[in-house]
């Protein structure tokens, strides 16, 4: 793998999360609650791991309390940290390790690719949650695929 590709993986991130925004606003509120603490979450997550790779201290929780609004900032403000992020890795550093500490405290060491990969699925496993909520509420889902991304050209 290299940035090229990550960067276009981190577009399609991007796209994602604003589609989830935008589900979550057109609900009219019947579905704020988890599934907005959720997307906070995936948003904060990225912020998290982003701050490790570039050895920072961590700068807010892991569950946020925040507004759509606020997570419209994140997501905005997080899009530009990883393109700039990513722009910026020279491809020996895929295989480099950052020691971290994980939210419970436990020392780990990381790959970087491993790192980019996990951002990406987890927020991934996140949206599925709350396309799931969404639906039990009686709400739309965002469509969010890949594929669907892909060949709307949505990354291009």
Known sequence: MNSEYYSRMFVYDHWANRECMRAIGASGGAVAGTCLGRLAHI???????????????????????????ECAALAEEMASAWHDYLAELEP????????????????????VEDVLTHVLMHSAYHRGQIAVEMRAAG??????????????????
């Open 92 to 111: 020996a550093r895929f295989d480099e390790r950052i020691d971290y500490c994980n939210s419970k405290g436990e020392a780990w060491s990381s790959r």
């Open 43 to 69: 948003l904060s997550a990225e912020k998290l791991w982003l701050e490790r790779l570039r050895r920072q201290p961590q700068s807010m929780a892991v569950w946020p309390a925040s507004t759509l609004a």
């Open 139 to 156: 709400a739309e889902p965002p469509y969010t695929d890949f594929i669907h991304a892909a060949r709307q050209r949505f990354m291009d």
